[in-house]
Structures are given as structure tokens and as C-alpha cells.
């Protein structure tokens, strides 16, 4: 376990990075930000060249892998972050020096534990993508078969491990300082992070989230998932099918291969809401870079690292908290996010009802083109402090990913709109899940459900636990001591003065040791 001054003194050199980027200055100026923090940030930033406009994306990209993968975190994050922040870091995309060849070789011949060329008749050396985390060459496999092979950077897992060491470190001393830190859960956030990130770097997980995501679309037509060579995957190495296709984001290219853009931006919304309300798991790494049309004008999707997932009784939420906001429901809205106690109930339904009111009637006067997803959710976002609300890090992720998919949609057909789109399908699905045939189908399955398991006793642990909500239950997160409570335990008399004054110290140790290129 690494000790706090190894945290400190990497956290000292990614604070200059960030603020030689201008990304701290919105951080210092918060009026919510801790005061300790704001004197860590003033003491790190010393004899920096500060940028006026503040690139986000940029210092994450300099400060490392790592690093890029959380910003993409935090940009679902604009409660945490700021809006401006969150819109930027959308930006940060993975594209990275790719690693030399002969490494690439070792890794796979490694794994497997026999020559590259036992599995692959041909293999380019020279990649098609190289990211934070793996970098993808195109091969033939031994039967002929044309494929895509995403190789782990050596040495990846052990840079990820420490550096999210040190964000679970600063994370738990952010948060102990209570009122807004910790209502916005900075440690939950990085438990998800970290979650995420170790479902990344073991391949097979991703191959099985491809797999699954596979089973869930068959019968959409149009809408393609690129198929597993499980004989050439495991944790380092992924073998799948090479998809032939114009990049999504390449308007000019689809449009000069005579597709119409109108149909493909409406498919991929629908796509998008069948992952995540009719099967509750999403692709939720949905930019541009991982979405190709091809010849025939199927949309086939790549990179299944990141996946979401929502449980029925979330989504049922999600869906009647969507419809309600297009239709002027407040009242209805507002119940749903007390019933799924996003809203602690020591607050007034009404009051929530009027707050929503504020959100969604300054665009439902608007014509329906007008409408953005982006912003409604943004205006949602701005009215959590006032009620308290936790953040909902399952929800997070959706809301990052229909703005992904909006932004999509809308660079193939400007005059498209979420919710014009997405409204039919979401009032067929709220019928179909709340109307009458669904209710006495869901009474009989859970009585039947019931008699099976002995109802007494049944009822009874359903008394003894009730529902918890659409959340689900927050991962255990790892146990931190903090800087005061061991110097506590050494000297019961010095408190916070003694601290600051160390953690001063240690900014300068930092910086010191930063500014002389000793810190790795």
C-alpha cells in the first residue's frame, strides 16, 4: 500500500499539469469547493504558466492512460465537474503512440503459449487504433477468417492499479470533509471507475458483453454486433470480426455511398433505446469512433468495454420520468423520484413537482426540433442540490450516453429530436409494461412465484426487507485511513493545524520534486 506522500507528490504533479491547462480555475473559484483544498491547489499550481481557456481534455491527456479514462468518467459528472467541464471532456477520445510491434508479438505469444503465427495466417504489424488501455491490429486467422485483435498494453494493469489507488485516496479525504463533497459521493464515483476499468483490462469480459449485448438485439434490423473468436480471446487478447465500414461521424462518405442519413439517425436512437429500456445493458462507449455503417448501411458497434445496465424497476421509472417530462406530468414525475428515493423523503412532493415545472415549460413552448435531451437533463441536474439528491452513478452513465448518441444523430440529420423519435417507442413500451395485460401478467407470475416459495415465509423477509429503490446498491468501498486520523494516533494534540501544515509541506515537497523531474 503506497504511503500518503507518494499520493500527495503524484497528486502535486498531476495539479501542475491541470493547471497549466487552466482545468483547476473553476475548482478554486467554486464556492463549495473545501478550503483546504482550494490552499493544496494554490500551493501545487506555484510557478505555473496558467492557459486562459481551460482544456480539460488536454491535461488529462498529458497526465496519462489512466487519466483518460476517468476524464471520460467525469464527463457524466457535470454536477461534479461543471457543465463546461463535462462538455469538454465528451471530447477526450482514445488515441495514444501505439506500442512497438515486438512487444505486441510477445504479449500475444505469451498468452496463449504458442508462435503468432499458430493463430493468425497473416497479422499487420502496424495498428489501426492504439488507446489507453489496448491497441487493435487488423489479421487472418489460420482458416481464413478476417478479424480485428485487441492486444492489452504491457504493463497496463500495474500503471491502472496505482494511480487508482491514489484517486481512492484523495477521493475518501475529499469526502470526509462533508456538505457537498460528500453529497456528490467522490468515492462511489471512483468505486465505479475502478469497476469499470478492471472490466476493461480483462478482454474476456468485454468479449461477453459483446456476446450478450449481441443477444439482445437479435431481430433488430440493421444494427450489427461483430462476433467473438472465443478460440483467440482471453484476458490479454480479444479476437473478433473486422467490420468494412465508413465511420458514423463521416457524413460526406455515407452520403456519397447513397445511404439516407435521415433513416440511419433514427435507427441508432431506436437501437439505443431497446439496449437500454427493453434490455436494461447498453453499449455506453457509444461515440463516434465506435460506430461504422456499412456497404448495406447496417450500423454495426465496436469497443464493449464500457456497458451499462438498469434494473426493470429502474427503467420502468425511467421511462414514465421521460414521457412525463414530454407531456407536462410533473406531479407524476416528481412521485416516481420519491417513490425510487432519489428525492429523501423529508422533502414535499409538490415543491419537487414546481421545481420540475421550471425545467421542462421553457421547452415544451418550444417546437419539437428545438428539444434537446442534453438540456433538459442538464436542467435536472441544476435542481439535485436543492433537494438533496444523491447522484445515481447507473444513471449517469445513460445520460452520458443519449447525449453521445443525440450528438450522433443529429450531425447525420440536424432536424432530428430525441424525444419526437423516441416518444412512440417509449409510450409503446410503458403499455406494454404498465397497462392493464402487464399488470394481471405480472400478478399471476408473482403469485405462482410466491406459492412456490412458501408464502409465509416469503412475505415475511419481504416485510423484514423492503425495496430499496431504482439505485442499486452502492459497491463496498475500500477502507482508507486518513492523513488526521494516523497522525491522531501518534499524537492526540496536534488536530487540524498540524494537518495543513503537513499537507502545506507536502505540496512543497511536490512541487519541489516535480519541478526537478523526480517523480515518475
Same mark, same amino acid.
Request: charged residues 25%; without cysteine.
Given at each position: 500500500m503506497a504511503r500518503p506522500l507518494t499520493h500527495i507528490l503524484r497528486l502535486g504533479k498531476w495539479a501542475r499539469i491541470l493547471a497549466r491547462h487552466g482545468a483547476l480555475r473553476g475548482i478554486q473559484n467554486d464556492p463549495n469547493t473545501p478550503v483546504p483544498v482550494k490552499r493544496l491547489i494554490g500551493v501545487f499550481s506555484i510557478g505555473t504558466m496558467k492557459s486562459r481557456e481551460p482544456d480539460y481534455a488536454g491535461a488529462f491527456r498529458e497526465i496519462g492512460p489512466a487519466a483518460i479514462k476517468l476524464g471520460q468518467t467525469l464527463a457524466t459528472r457535470p454536477d461534479l465537474v461543471g457543465e463546461d467541464a463535462a462538455r469538454n471532456l465528451l471530447k477526450l477520445q482514445d488515441d495514444l503512440p501505439p506500442v512497438d510491434f515486438e512487444l505486441i508479438r510477445q504479449s500475444i505469444e505469451s498468452s496463449f503459449e504458442q508462435p503468432l503465427e499458430n493463430l493468425y495466417a497473416e497479422f499487420d504489424p502496424a495498428p489501426v487504433g492504439a488507446a489507453s488501455i489496448a491497441q487493435v491490429h487488423r489479421a487472418v486467422t489460420t482458416e481464413g477468417r478476417q478479424v480485428a485483435v485487441k492486444v492489452l498494453r504491457p504493463g497496463v494493469r500495474e500503471r491502472f492499479a496505482k494511480d487508482i489507488a491514489t484517486y481512492e485516496w484523495a477521493a475518501a479525504h475529499l469526502e470526509s470533509f462533508g456538505g457537498e463533497a460528500a453529497r456528490l459521493r467522490p468515492r462511489l464515483v471512483i468505486a465505479n471507475f475502478k469497476r469499470w476499468t478492471n472490466r476493461e483490462l480483462d478482454l474476456r469480459r468485454e468479449a461477453a458483453s459483446a456476446s450478450e449485448l449481441a443477444e439482445h438485439m437479435v431481430g433488430t434490423e440493421g444494427y450489427e454486433i461483430p462476433g467473438i473468436d472465443w478460440d483467440r480471446t482471453n484476458g490479454r487478447v480479444m479476437t473478433v470480426d473486422w467490420i468494412d465500414g465508413v465511420k458514423i461521424s463521416d457524413t460526406a462518405a455515407i452520403r456519397a455511398a447513397g445511404h439516407d442519413v435521415n433513416e440511419l439517425a433514427s435507427r441508432l436512437v431506436l437501437a439505443f433505446l431497446k439496449q437500454a429500456i427493453a434490455a436494461g445493458f447498453f453499449h455506453a462507449d457509444m461515440h463516434q469512433g465506435n460506430l461504422f455503417v456499412k456497404p448495406d448501411g447496417t450500423i454495426a458497434a465496436i469497443d464493449f468495454g464500457i456497458m451499462g445496465r438498469i434494473d426493470r424497476q429502474a427503467r420502468m421509472w425511467l421511462a414514465e420520468i421521460l414521457y412525463g417530462l414530454t407531456t407536462g406530468n410533473y406531479r407524476r414525475v416528481a412521485e416516481i423520484h420519491f417513490e425510487a428515493q432519489y428525492v429523501p423523503s423529508y422533502h414535499n412532493v409538490d415543491e419537487f413537482a414546481t421545481?420540475?415545472? &421550471?425545467?421542462?415549460?421553457?421547452?415544451?413552448?418550444?417546437?419539437?426540433?428545438?428539444?434537446?435531451? #442534453? *438540456?433538459?437533463? /442538464?436542467?435536472?441536474?441544476? $435542481?439535485?442540490? /436543492?433537494?438533496?439528491?444523491?447522484? *445515481?452513478?447507473?444513471?449517469?452513465?445513460?445520460?452520458?450516453?443519449?447525449?453521445?448518441?443525440?450528438? $450522433?444523430?443529429?450531425?447525420?440529420?440536424?432536424?432530428?429530436?430525441?424525444?419526437?423519435?423516441?416518444?412512440?417507442?417509449?409510450?409503446?413500451? $410503458?403499455?406494454?409494461?404498465?397497462?392493464?395485460?402487464?399488470?394481471?401478467?405480472?400478478?399471476?407470475?408473482?403469485?405462482?412465484?410466491?406459492?412456490?416459495?412458501?408464502? /409465509?415465509?416469503?412475505?415475511? $423477509?419481504?416485510?423484514?426487507?423492503?425495496?430499496? #429503490?431504482?439505485?442499486?446498491?452502492?459497491?463496498?468501498?475500500?477502507?482508507?485511513?486518513?492523513?488526521?486520523?494516523?497522525?491522531?494516533?501518534?499524537?492526540? #494534540?496536534?488536530?487540524?493545524?498540524?494537518?495543513?501544515?503537513? &499537507?502545506?509541506?507536502?505540496?512543497?515537497?511536490?512541487? &519541489?520534486?516535480?519541478?526537478?523531474?523526480?517523480? #515518475?
Amino acid at each position: 500500500m503506497a504511503r500518503p506522500l507518494t499520493h500527495i507528490l503524484r497528486l502535486g504533479k498531476w495539479a501542475r499539469i491541470l493547471a497549466r491547462h487552466g482545468a483547476l480555475r473553476g475548482i478554486q473559484n467554486d464556492p463549495n469547493t473545501p478550503v483546504p483544498v482550494k490552499r493544496l491547489i494554490g500551493v501545487f499550481s506555484i510557478g505555473t504558466m496558467k492557459s486562459r481557456e481551460p482544456d480539460y481534455a488536454g491535461a488529462f491527456r498529458e497526465i496519462g492512460p489512466a487519466a483518460i479514462k476517468l476524464g471520460q468518467t467525469l464527463a457524466t459528472r457535470p454536477d461534479l465537474v461543471g457543465e463546461d467541464a463535462a462538455r469538454n471532456l465528451l471530447k477526450l477520445q482514445d488515441d495514444l503512440p501505439p506500442v512497438d510491434f515486438e512487444l505486441i508479438r510477445q504479449s500475444i505469444e505469451s498468452s496463449f503459449e504458442q508462435p503468432l503465427e499458430n493463430l493468425y495466417a497473416e497479422f499487420d504489424p502496424a495498428p489501426v487504433g492504439a488507446a489507453s488501455i489496448a491497441q487493435v491490429h487488423r489479421a487472418v486467422t489460420t482458416e481464413g477468417r478476417q478479424v480485428a485483435v485487441k492486444v492489452l498494453r504491457p504493463g497496463v494493469r500495474e500503471r491502472f492499479a496505482k494511480d487508482i489507488a491514489t484517486y481512492e485516496w484523495a477521493a475518501a479525504h475529499l469526502e470526509s470533509f462533508g456538505g457537498e463533497a460528500a453529497r456528490l459521493r467522490p468515492r462511489l464515483v471512483i468505486a465505479n471507475f475502478k469497476r469499470w476499468t478492471n472490466r476493461e483490462l480483462d478482454l474476456r469480459r468485454e468479449a461477453a458483453s459483446a456476446s450478450e449485448l449481441a443477444e439482445h438485439m437479435v431481430g433488430t434490423e440493421g444494427y450489427e454486433i461483430p462476433g467473438i473468436d472465443w478460440d483467440r480471446t482471453n484476458g490479454r487478447v480479444m479476437t473478433v470480426d473486422w467490420i468494412d465500414g465508413v465511420k458514423i461521424s463521416d457524413t460526406a462518405a455515407i452520403r456519397a455511398a447513397g445511404h439516407d442519413v435521415n433513416e440511419l439517425a433514427s435507427r441508432l436512437v431506436l437501437a439505443f433505446l431497446k439496449q437500454a429500456i427493453a434490455a436494461g445493458f447498453f453499449h455506453a462507449d457509444m461515440h463516434q469512433g465506435n460506430l461504422f455503417v456499412k456497404p448495406d448501411g447496417t450500423i454495426a458497434a465496436i469497443d464493449f468495454g464500457i456497458m451499462g445496465r438498469i434494473d426493470r424497476q429502474a427503467r420502468m421509472w425511467l421511462a414514465e420520468i421521460l414521457y412525463g417530462l414530454t407531456t407536462g406530468n410533473y406531479r407524476r414525475v416528481a412521485e416516481i423520484h420519491f417513490e425510487a428515493q432519489y428525492v429523501p423523503s423529508y422533502h414535499n412532493v409538490d415543491e419537487f413537482a414546481t421545481a420540475l415545472r &421550471a425545467v421542462g415549460e421553457p421547452m415544451r413552448g418550444k417546437p419539437v426540433s428545438e428539444l434537446s435531451v #442534453g *438540456q433538459m437533463l /442538464d436542467g435536472l441536474f441544476a $435542481i439535485t442540490r /436543492d433537494f438533496d439528491m444523491q447522484t *445515481q452513478p447507473h444513471l449517469l452513465l445513460l445520460q452520458k450516453t443519449m447525449v453521445m448518441v443525440e450528438g $450522433i444523430a443529429t450531425q447525420l440529420n440536424p432536424s432530428i429530436n430525441m424525444w419526437d423519435t423516441s416518444a412512440p417507442y417509449v409510450r409503446s413500451w $410503458i403499455r406494454d409494461e404498465l397497462g392493464p395485460e402487464a399488470a394481471i401478467a405480472d400478478r399471476i407470475r408473482t403469485d405462482t412465484e410466491t406459492l412456490l416459495r412458501i408464502p /409465509d415465509l416469503v412475505r415475511r $423477509i419481504e416485510d423484514r426487507f423492503p425495496p430499496k #429503490g431504482g439505485a442499486p446498491e452502492a459497491p463496498p468501498l475500500p477502507d482508507i485511513e486518513l492523513m488526521w486520523e494516523r497522525r491522531e494516533r501518534k499524537e492526540r #494534540g496536534r488536530g487540524w493545524p498540524g494537518y495543513v501544515l503537513a &499537507a502545506l509541506g507536502g505540496g512543497l515537497a511536490a512541487w &519541489a520534486a516535480v519541478t526537478q523531474g523526480l517523480i #515518475g
